[in-house]
């Protein structure tokens, strides 16, 4: 009989999350398209402040990440006492799970929401519970026919990843309206910076107006720094004090700090990079419709793209023998669909010339 160390019951019925592929074969100059990273790369001020930090590598960071929370107050006009930041916005996702919910709970989520909230949820013992999306959109209706006594936790991710796809403050008002106030309201905005649609709101006033929502952000996306693992929330002070109590007391590290606060701070190049996306969004649309393929409509700095029946994966090994990485997402329950991140210029029609070439072969 083995006596090998047992994992907590549910562990090894998790399936590890995979990210994009970042490499392609041998010799191939490598344009990477699948994971949602800025293609103008992070702020020259952030690259400054990241380079100062290396002076102080010797030194603990503050532990209460202050200059950060501050830097995101300012930008954001929100109460600096009730933000709080972590190692990317996976790690809150991570504490609020831990936090609140435990086995014989349930964490909800629509049908295509981000991998995590599975696994999360799977660690911490509780049952995650999908809902029905309505044409790739979140479906209020259906999230809120699914709530039981035991959900405690509602993850939407607005606009949604993969599919682009977000929901009005009006219905995100409404979901919240329909939950029971032992519910929290998880508003997943890692994509928050790029929507400019007159209905969109990252969440903010629900936060401010009520004791059971929160909104966690990312800098992994707009601010081009993935690989700093930097993220923050925003929530009601009675969630920030149980987040605080979970978390570790440098979980943010010095560098991270002083990178994050510099590149919140650079509003002009955030505002560049939300430019860059706008129109390049649409014009990858608009060319990867004309060749008929189907560009859902996004939100995001990305594109989810349907292929006839079958040929998703030809597609994606096509483009991979150009160097052009994209991400596959069967695993989202999409086995037809492409998600390609929107690139610098050359980037971009490089992959309309390819799949142009691989729908003709």
């Given at each position: 009989m083995s006596q090998l160390p047992k994992p907590n019951a549910g562990i090894l019925d998790i399936?590890?999350?995979?990210?994009?592929?970042?490499?392609?074969?041998?010799?191939?100059?490598?344009?990477?398209l699948s994971s949602n990273e800025s293609p103008l790369g992070p702020s020259p001020k952030a690259l400054a402040a990241f380079t100062e930090s290396a002076k102080y590598l010797h030194r603990y960071p503050d532990g209460n990440s202050q200059k950060l929370r501050e830097a995101i107050s300012q930008v954001h006009k929100l109460p600096v006492e009730q933000i709080i930041c972590g190692a990317g916005s996976d790690e809150l996702i991570q504490f609020l799970?831990?936090?609140?919910?435990?086995?014989?709970?349930?964490?909800?989520?629509?049908?295509h929401g981000f991998l995590m909230y599975k696994i999360y949820a799977q660690s911490r013992g509780a049952t995650p519970v999908t809902a029905p999306e309505k044409n790739l959109t979140t479906d209020v209706d259906a999230l809120l026919a699914a709530v039981t006594e035991r959900t405690k936790i509602v993850f939407v991710a607005n606009p949604n990843n993969p599919t682009g796809s977000y929901i009005s403050s009006s219905e995100m008002a409404r979901l919240q309206k329909g939950l029971p106030p032992h519910?929290?309201?998880?508003?997943?905005?890692?994509?928050?910076?790029?929507?400019?649609?007159?209905?969109?709101?990252?969440?903010?006033?629900?936060?401010?107006?009520?004791?059971?929502?929160?909104?966690?952000?990312?800098?992994?996306?707009?601010?081009?720094?993935?690989?700093?693992?930097?993220?923050?929330?925003?929530?009601?002070?009675?969630?920030?004090?149980?987040?605080?109590?979970?978390?570790?007391?440098?979980?943010?590290?010095?560098?991270?700090?002083?990178?994050?606060?510099?590149?919140?701070?650079?509003?002009?190049?955030?505002?560049?990079?939300?430019?860059?996306?706008?129109?390049?969004?649409?014009?990858?649309?608009?060319?990867?419709?004309?060749?008929?393929l189907t560009a859902y409509p996004s939100a995001g700095n990305f594109l989810l793209v349907g292929f006839p029946s079958g040929k998703a994966k030809n597609a994606s090994a096509f483009l991979m023998e150009r160097g052009l990485i994209v991400r596959e997402v069967a695993n989202y329950g999409l086995p037809d669909c492409l998600r390609i991140t929107i690139?610098?210029?050359?980037?971009n029609k490089a992959v309309v010339a390819t799949l142009k070439d691989f729908l003709a072969s």
């Open positions: 399936a590890p999350y995979v990210g994009g592929k970042s490499k392609a074969a041998p010799g191939v100059k490598v344009v990477k799970v831990s936090a609140y919910a435990g086995v014989g709970d349930e964490v909800l989520y629509p049908e519910v929290i309201l998880a508003i997943d905005g890692a994509y928050a910076e790029f929507p400019e649609h007159a209905d969109y709101s990252d969440g903010h006033e629900l936060v401010a107006s009520t004791e059971n929502t929160i909104m966690l952000r990312t800098f992994s996306k707009i601010y081009g720094l993935g690989g700093m693992r930097i993220g923050w929330a925003y929530a009601p002070a009675n969630i920030i004090d149980v987040l605080n109590r979970v978390r570790g007391p440098f979980n943010v590290s010095g560098a991270a700090i002083e990178t994050g606060a510099a590149a919140m701070l650079d509003t002009e190049f955030t505002a560049a990079a939300i430019a860059h996306n706008t129109k390049w969004l649409a014009w990858l649309s608009a060319e990867l419709s004309a060749l008929g690139g610098l210029e050359e980037d």
